[in-house]
């Protein structure tokens, strides 16, 4: 039977600040269709709030709209479509925001973060199914965002946007998972494949970043750099284990940082999605280092590189999107580290909060006053 669900539903961008005056979300009650085949209901529990979302609301990554938002997530499933036999109810998961098909050509090379069908569904608002879940009798369709629609009492998703997991793990804390561990922990070990006693430095410190920080001290870099510009979330790394902190608004900040790692990091990790940002990452870089950036900046920024320094010095530049992870892989085995101690990202949380006070926890997240605020639902 369809149920009813209470979402939080975007239906356009451009809504000036503070949102919590302007309130670009609305909380609204939507109706869910049945799961059909390879897809199940999952009562949310808990949701995180990132800039992924931040980013659709102000506009700088376009969506079809009205949209319900949201894309890292925890619950419970509470019905399966006919042909699941993995997953049953009561189960707990963990959604990924990029559903993979199995057989398209980056599935079939194991690189289930590049699936092409999963990639198209994302763009279009729907599911990888290619319908939408939502039931719609006045007024217009409603999308998914990436599959998920997190920021809700209930989503109807694809199979292969879940996880399972364990259900000794709080909600709250399996929700960082989805997105913040995996993207930041990942682009670490998966994207860069970090070793031991090398050198990283980290820019942006919201929740990909300091997971990127948490995952470089698991890997055994060092030393372990944190830039940013807002000096709470310096002194936030700083407890977490940075050896180094260096504010970005600093004019010698490039400079501080590469005599901090004798020339240049070996990885420098951009997570600001901010192209002056990458531009600084670049800069930060040895000879013969790394670049990665898993930031996404909004779709027409550029870089511009010195090609005589990217064959001279044999630079690299790779981009990693969901930490080059394959989830069902990645999400126990990060778990499993937070449990033994090694990947502590619960301090990443900032606080809680209800689905009716999302709009003024935006507000906190674009002033660069939170790390990750979890919806509880």
């Given amino acids: 039977m369809p149920v009813t669900a209470r979402a939080a539903i975007l239906e356009q961008t451009g809504h000036a600040t503070p949102y919590a005056d302007s309130q670009p979300l609305k909380i609204r009650e939507v109706t ?36 319900a938002l949201g894309h890292e997530a925890a619950g419970i499933v509470e019905a399966v479509g006919p042909d699941i036999d993995d997953l049953t109810v009561g189960d707990h998961v963990v959604m990924v925001f990029m559903p993979s098909c199995g057989h398209c050509g980056p599935c079939a090379e194991g690189r289930p973060a590049l699936c092409e069908a999963g990639a198209a569904a994302n763009l279009e608002g729907r599911l990888l199914s290619g319908r939408r879940a939502f039931v719609c009798e006045d007024g217009p369709q409603l999308n998914h965002h990436l599959g998920c629609s997190a920021f809700a009492t209930h989503a109807v998703v694809s199979r292969r946007s879940l996880v399972k997991i364990d259900k000794d793990l709080s909600f709250e804390h399996a929700a960082l998972f989805g997105c913040a561990v995996l993207t930041g922990v990942g682009a670490v070990v998966n994207t860069a494949q970090l070793r031991a006693g090398q050198s990283a430095v980290v820019i942006g410190l919201g929740g990909v970043g300091l997971a990127a920080v948490l995952g470089a001290l698991a890997a055994g870099a060092s030393p372990v750099v944190a830039v940013d510009l807002n000096p709470d979330k310096l002194a936030l790394a700083a407890t977490l284990g940075a050896v180094h902190t260096v504010n970005a608004a600093d004019p010698d900040a490039v400079d501080q940082v590469r005599a901090l790692t004798r020339g240049g990091a070996d990885f420098a990790f951009e997570m600001a999605g901010s192209a002056r940002a990458l531009d600084a990452a670049w800069k930060m870089t040895r000879r013969g280092g790394t670049t990665v950036t898993a930031g996404l900046p909004p779709p027409d920024a550029v870089l511009a590189v010195n090609i005589v320094s990217l064959v001279a010095e044999e630079r690299t530049l790779k981009g990693a999107y969901i930490g080059t992870c394959v989830p069902s892989r990645d999400i126990p085995r990060f778990i499993g580290l937070f449990k033994d101690g090694r990947l502590p990202v619960d301090r990443l949380m900032s606080g809680t909060l209800t689905l009716d006070q999302i709009n003024g926890a935006f507000d906190a997240l674009a002033d660069g006053m939170a790390v990750r605020q979890i919806v509880h639902l």
């Fill in 32 to 67: 869910l269709d049945d799961p059909g085949a390879g897809e199940v209901r999952v009562r949310i529990k808990a949701a995180g709030l990132c800039h992924s979302d931040l980013s659709v609301i102000n506009g700088d990554r376009p969506r079809p709209l009205p949209m």
